[in-house]
DNA sequence: ATTGCATTGCGTCAAGGAGG
DNA sequence: CCTCCTTGACGCAATGCAAT
């Protein structure tokens, strides 16, 4: 697990690693919500979408219509302001835990490469050893 | 035990994109 | 145009950890 620098406690953590943002990333999501998912070695890891817990006691929004006084009125901003806070703040949880996700994949496709850089090399080595007693 | 810095996670705001 | 969703950025609190 690696460890943010300094520099960089807020906003993206790829940036310090790549000098890019982790949406500016050359594989565009395919999907809003979605991430460049990993090809061959590794398995795509998958969005879970789970679903919307809304605390019991929300309810939606009344018909504008049934709405008279001021005091009615202020009473629905402010509903409708609670409402979407508590949206986004599980939007934002779900972002985080997308993020982290995504990031683990590349971590974890990262130690692909480098198993696959190891084995070339001596693979390339061999070969040329090989190469080299056929010459003599 | 205390202190100071680094790291992590959270809630919120704001901007921008997508869909109706 | 309006609404909703997504996500970068910010401020803050909690926690970890090395130095003293």
């Known amino acids: 697990m690696y460890k943010m ?6 906003g ?21 919500g979605d ?10 890891y998958q969005i879970r979408t789970p679903t919307t817990t809304l605390p019991q006691g ?9 709405l008279h006084s001021p005091q009615q009125m202020a009473e629905e901003a402010t509903r409708k302001r609670e ?11 779900e ?11 590349l971590e ?6 480098e198993n696959q850089n190891k084995t070339l090399i001596e693979e390339l080595k061999a070969l040329k050893d090989l190469y080299c007693h056929k010459a003599e």
């Open 95 to 105: 972002c985080r835990r997308k993020k982290k996700e995504y990031v683990k994949c």
């Open 12 to 32: 993206s953590c790829l940036s310090v690693l790549t000098g890019l943002f982790w949406t500016d990333f050359s594989l565009p999501p395919t999907s809003p």
């Open 58 to 66: 929300v309810v939606m929004a009344a018909s504008p219509g049934t």
């Open 5 to 10: 620098t300094k520099p960089s406690v807020h």
């Open 83 to 93: 409402l979407r806070l508590l949206k986004n703040r599980e939007a934002a949880r």
């Open 35 to 44: 991430y460049p998912a990993a090809t061959g070695d590794m398995p795509a």
């Open 108 to 113: 974890n496709r990262v130690a692909v490469l």
